[in-house]
């Protein structure tokens, strides 16, 4: 079975700095993808970004990239310029390409500072 | 549009109440899908509905009851529940259920069962 770790259960950042969040995951397949998802404190889960683990080219939307080492099994999520509607947790997903469950990590609360 | 609606925001019941969550997409999308979720605990899959028909039961309890009316349609409905069935219900929908698509989720279900 897949499992997603995210180490780092809380984050701060403090405005218009960076911040990585860390994923790492655990699979035996070569077919999947991965996701990131926010979940502001109104609850609404959004999708953050995705990435093929056949595409080795990093995914990149705006302000968020990701640093896909498929070798290490690390998917981590970048946030650049951080802003203050950035405040969420963040949960990092996997799911196969056989399949369509996502199987999440535990989440990382991240805090933006003004 | 890209989006998924519930309702109820907010729903409290005592333990002997039947009632139901209702969910809809108009994305044309042919999977959809019930979670639940803690506090600051990532989602967990309950149910998967693939072209109106129940393909992935996790196993949950039967005071739980799916239903997809249509492809854009699907409920929830709640029976004698437990107090630890409180949390928020969320329900996500996706292109297809094989294949990397991601789901969009809608804004949850507050549940409190009394």
């Known amino acids: 079975a897949q499992t997603v770790t995210q180490s780092q259960p809380e984050m701060s950042v403090q405005e218009a700095e960076t911040v990585t969040l860390s994923c790492t995951y655990d699979?035996?397949?070569?077919?999947?993808?991965l996701f990131w998802y926010k979940q502001p404190p109104s609850r609404q889960m959004i999708l953050v970004i995705r990435?093929?683990?056949?595409?080795?080219q990093n995914a990149t939307e705006n302000r968020f990239s990701v640093n896909f080492q498929k070798a290490a099994k690390s998917f981590s999520l970048k946030i650049s310029d951080s802003q203050l509607g950035d405040a969420a947790m963040y949960f990092c997903a996997y799911r196969s390409g056989a399949g369509n469950m996502l199987t999440f990590g535990g989440g990382t609360r991240l805090m933006v500072k003004p | 549009d890209t989006e998924v609606t519930q309702t109820p925001k907010h729903l409290v019941m005592g333990m002997t109440n039947k009632k139901s969550l209702k969910c809809e997409q108009h994305m044309g999308h042919r999977a959809m899908y019930w979670y639940k979720q803690k506090a600051k605990k990532p989602p967990e899959l309950m149910f998967v509905?693939?072209?109106?028909?129940?393909?992935i039961n996790e196993s949950v309890p039967s005071r739980f009851s799916p239903e997809c009316p249509n492809s854009s349609l699907l409920n929830l409905h709640l029976h004698a529940l437990q107090p630890e069935d409180s949390a928020l219900y969320l329900c996500?929908?996706?292109?297809?259920?094989?294949?990397?698509?991601?789901?969009?989720f809608g804004p949850g279900t507050r549940l409190t069962v009394t």
């Open positions: 996500a929908s996706s292109h297809q259920w094989t294949g990397g698509y991601e789901q969009y």
């Open positions: 509905y693939s072209y109106e028909k129940l393909s």
């Open positions: 699979t035996s397949e070569s077919d999947y993808y």
């Open positions: 990435q093929e683990a056949y595409k080795q």
